[in-house]
């Protein structure tokens, strides 16, 4: 019986989602190689180490998140419409089997080793950089991503109030609250601004 080939990605998927279910420390390389139909000797030989699946790991939940979220910013949308899709996409991702959000995950957890704070901290940069771009389109540079990461902050501690009581509420109610804000702050600008922005 010929040996069914197994493409990288879903190499990366699937290890993605036992590290995001059971955390990088307890997720074993039995079990990522289980999971990943490869077998201990087959995944090691194209990874080297756990460190180095985790970095891979890392980079395609980036692009994953990059292509399902942070991509809605180029749709052609309104502003609130584009910000709203981003957020509840973002949260569709922490709600997945209540995991809440994988970098922020990952980063509690292996912080502190700092073996992968380099790529985590350029997503949560890459993500402030999209939704202050949306925000650019009314507001100052400057008070876009100022806003935009104090978003980041609430938006984590939401996941994490919703991780801990399992109440989409702590989520729906931020997005609510942050669409609310910036369709607010749209209907306050001049009329010729507001339409440019649209």
Same mark, same amino acid.
């Given at each position: ?6 493409? !990288? ?14 955390? +990088? ?10 999971? &990943?139909? %490869?077998?201990? #000797?087959?995944? %090691? ?7 180095? *699946?985790?970095? /891979? ?10 292509? +399902?979220? %942070? ?6 949308? #309104? #502003? /609130? ?13 922490? !709600? ?21 704070? &380099? ?9 402030? &950089? ?11 540079? /400057? ?7 104090? %978003?980041?902050? /609430? ?9 801990? &009581?399992?109440?989409?509420?702590? *989520? ?17 600008? #001049? ?6 922005? *649209?």
């Amino acid at each position: 019986m010929p040996v069914k080939k197994i493409d !990288k990605q879903d190499i990366l998927q699937r290890c993605w989602e036992v590290i995001n279910r059971e955390g +990088y420390h307890a997720a074993s390389i039995a079990a990522l190689a289980e999971a &990943s139909g %490869l077998g201990k #000797p087959g995944l %090691l030989h194209h990874f080297g180490s756990k460190e180095q *699946l985790m970095q /891979e790991v890392i980079a395609y939940a980036c692009d994953q998140v990059r292509a +399902y979220v %942070l991509a809605v910013a180029q749709e052609d949308l #309104p #502003p /609130e419409q584009q910000l709203e899709k981003l957020l509840r996409r973002q949260n569709r991702l922490a !709600k997945h089997e209540r995991r809440g959000c994988f970098f922020a995950n990952t980063a509690l957890e292996t912080g502190r080793d700092e073996v992968f704070n &380099s790529l985590i901290v350029q997503i949560f940069k890459e993500w402030q &950089s999209t939704v202050a771009g949306i925000f650019s389109k009314v507001i100052s540079t /400057e008070e876009a991503q100022s806003l935009a990461y104090r %978003l980041q902050l /609430e938006h984590e501690g939401a996941i994490i109030m919703y991780k801990l &009581s399992g109440d989409e509420t702590h *989520l729906e109610d931020f997005v609510r609250r942050t669409v609310d804000a910036f369709t607010t702050k749209l209907k306050q600008l #001049p009329q010729d601004v507001s339409e440019a922005a *649209l």
